[in-house]
């Protein structure tokens, strides 16, 4: 069928994309100049900075002889008050939970104080952090905001237990809005603050966790099929029903307008689902966090995309004669598919909002949404020009008879 090939097509070029996309290697990025130059500074040799997740720049130095970690962390922190925290969890996975945390806080006056925090999994269901005791060996703990503005820097030695193996660490950072005095609030609810973590080797600086290098990829790849499959191919088929059918554009003549709605909704659908397959899978595996608003979204656009394509399918393989019946489907069909454009619009934007690549991602949805608009806009002129230009015709043909 001639259908199915194009959407075959379709799908091919799209796969070629996304693998092009998936050859990118994600990785740490450079320290900025200002940075490494303190680090050098302090005879700091390794040095990271994780651009995705709140620019947070890393560099430390590890004999493995002696155990010794000497690190330097720093982080912009924009708004009045704010938080750095970074720490190292020796359970089996680096997540909050368990880190022995050390937490600079810039106070309303402007100045850095920090202290050591043991997290403990109360944090999770809503306690107060607060300083207390924790389990490393650390000397000279400074907290300090450097020269240029806004760059806050956490510095400390830390002798680790000779059981610890530096090759195999579990580091993680996290950077917070709003603190009261010694007490860090909540961070963020996106992905920048989520992914603040990191299996490292102290040696090396080569992080040793392919999963979270995976997980990017599959987020991406969620990303681009959702806002393709019901982002970009089901507002197409929407233009090709309404204004191919009755003009400004005629595809009529053999209702060539029907089969490309359906070529067009078919892709869509078949590029969404296998997006929002994806998210659901990514959904599952982040067991530390969960999105449950972009989620709910997600599925009820499934189901109702699901619902509309199978009825769709139903009708056309035993096609209605009632011509009354015919025109309530239509008035369902259409309403159904503009709610769920909307719906789909607002949940678009709520996942480009989780991702860290938030800035490029939106401009881009932007101009995908600005083009709709004009296309209907443009169409829409013509359509009402055309029917004011027949109205006058039909007034001139009634006056000169
Ligand atoms: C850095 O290393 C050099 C040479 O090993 C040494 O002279 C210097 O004192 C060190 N600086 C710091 C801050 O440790
Ligand atoms: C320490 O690092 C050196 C090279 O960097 C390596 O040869 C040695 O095996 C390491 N020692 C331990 C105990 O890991
Ligand atoms: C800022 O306030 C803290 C207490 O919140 C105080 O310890 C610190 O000295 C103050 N810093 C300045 C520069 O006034
Ligand atoms: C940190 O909290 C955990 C869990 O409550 C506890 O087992 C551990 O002893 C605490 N560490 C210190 C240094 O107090
Ligand atoms: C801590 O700082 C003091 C003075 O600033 C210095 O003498 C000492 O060597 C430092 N200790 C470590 C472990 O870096
Ligand atoms: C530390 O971990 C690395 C990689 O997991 C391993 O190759 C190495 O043998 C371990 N070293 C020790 C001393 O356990």
Not at 177 to 199: C, F, R, W
Not at 203 to 225: K, P, V
């Amino acid at each position: 069928m001639k259908m199915s090939s194009s959407c075959l097509m379709f799908l091919v070029s799209n796969s070629i994309f996304l693998l092009s996309l998936f050859s990118f290697k994600i990785h740490a990025h450079r320290c900025t100049e200002d940075f490494l130059s303190e680090a050098h500074s302090r005879n700091l040799t390794l040095c990271k900075r994780y651009k995705h997740s709140n620019g947070v720049e890393f560099a430390w130095n590890f004999k493995n002889t002696t155990q010794m970690l000497q690190v330097m962390v720093g982080a912009r922190l924009e708004s009045e008050t704010g938080w750095l925290a970074w720490g190292l969890n020796f359970g089996p996975e680096p997540s909050m939970v368990g880190t022995q945390a050390l937490i600079g806080i810039k106070q309303t006056n402007g100045s850095f104080l920090g202290d050591t925090y043991n997290v403990t999994q109360y944090i999770k269901i809503g306690c107060n952090l607060l300083p207390s005791p924790i389990d490393l060996n650390i000397r000279n703990l400074t907290f300090t905001a450097l020269g240029y503005p806004h760059y806050y820097i956490i510095e400390a030695t830390i002798h680790l237990p000779q059981s610890v193996n530096g090759s195999r660490i579990n580091h993680v950072w996290e950077v917070g809005k709003v603190a009261m005095g010694m007490e860090p609030k909540i961070h963020d609810k996106n992905l920048q603050s989520y992914d603040g973590t990191e299996i490292i080797d102290l040696q090396t600086g080569i992080a040793t966790s392919i999963r979270a290098a995976r997980r990017h990829q599959a987020r991406i790849a969620h990303g681009i099929l959702n806002i393709i499959g019901w982002g970009v191919i089901l507002p197409i088929g929407v233009i090709i029903a309404r204004y191919f059918k009755k003009g400004p554009i005629h595809w009529n003549e053999h209702e060539q307008w029907k089969n490309a709605h359906a070529t067009c909704q078919t892709c869509g659908y078949i590029i969404g689902a296998t997006g929002w397959a994806l998210g659901i899978w990514l959904g599952t595996r982040s067991k530390y966090y969960s999105f449950p608003q972009h989620g709910a979204f997600g599925i009820s656009i499934f189901t109702f995309a699901t619902l509309q394509y199978m009825q769709t399918l139903a009708l056309r393989l035993k096609p209605r004669t009632n011509d009354e019946l015919n025109t309530y489907w239509s008035i369902y069909h259409l309403s159904l598919g503009y709610a769920l454009l909307t719906v789909i619009c607002v949940n678009i934007f709520k996942g480009i909002r989780i991702m860290p690549e938030e800035e490029k991602w939106r401009p881009a949805y932007i101009a995908v949404i600005a083009s709709f608009a004009f296309i209907f806009l443009v169409f829409e002129i013509i359509n009402w020009l055309k029917f004011k230009i027949d109205e006058l015709a039909k007034k001139k043909d009634s006056t000169s008879t």
